[in-house]
């Protein structure tokens, strides 16, 4: 139960790291971080970050009765995908943080959440593969990514882009790790 409950919020933290590193090109942008600015950001990011595992859940879970026989190897694949991506787009991100804008409307920020929430969707695809209650998991990654979007702003506008690549490496690897122990127990290489 413990060891699920950690699984967990490593997968919430590790998606959460785009909202995080957006959120501190954001916070670049600002001469202060204002509450509300804050409050919608972190409910922006955090609620595409739930909502998009759900659909992922609900779309995989219609056919998971003809994928059991390599559902692990769905799983290793999406997590070793997504974390791939994370670090291939920490090395690109400058070019885009450059392009941020302090604006918090939705216009500006549903294109931003929506990009950020993709990853997330291939995430609930992979909830529907293990043994994880997706309640619990989508509202993990939701209120951990609000948080971390909340707190980006803040560390972007204090401390500048000297987090905003590490975080998103450090996501990235995070999901890749998942993805092989999920692999290798299913394999039967670790224990369940």
Not at 27 to 36: D, E, K, Y
Not at 96 to 108: L, S
Request: proline fraction near 2%; aromatic fraction near 12%.
């Amino acid at each position: 139960m413990i060891s699920i409950i950690i699984q967990t919020l490593l997968i919430s933290v590790s998606v959460a790291m785009d909202a995080f590193a957006v959120s501190i090109g954001k916070g670049l942008t600002v001469s202060r971080v204002r509450a509300t600015d804050a409050i919608k950001t972190a409910l922006s990011f955090g609620g595409f970050q739930a909502l998009f595992p759900i659909l992922g859940y609900f779309a995989a879970s219609t056919f998971s009765s003809y994928m059991t026989a390599f559902d692990h190897w769905i799983i290793f694949g999406l997590l070793a995908f997504i974390g791939g991506n994370m670090v291939h787009e920490a090395f690109e991100e400058d070019e885009v943080n450059a392009k941020e804008t302090a604006q918090f409307d939705w216009k500006h920020m549903l294109p931003l959440a929506v990009a950020c929430s993709i990853d997330a969707f291939a995430v609930g695809v992979s909830l529907a593969f293990m043994r994880i209650n997706v309640i619990f998991a989508v509202t993990m990654i939701g209120v951990v990514t609000g948080l971390f979007s909340a707190l980006g702003l803040y560390i972007g506008r204090i401390f500048g882009s000297r987090w905003q690549k590490p975080a998103q490496i450090a996501g990235g690897v995070v999901l890749i790790l998942i993805g092989v122990k999920v692999l290798l127990e299913h394999l039967g290489v670790l224990a369940l």
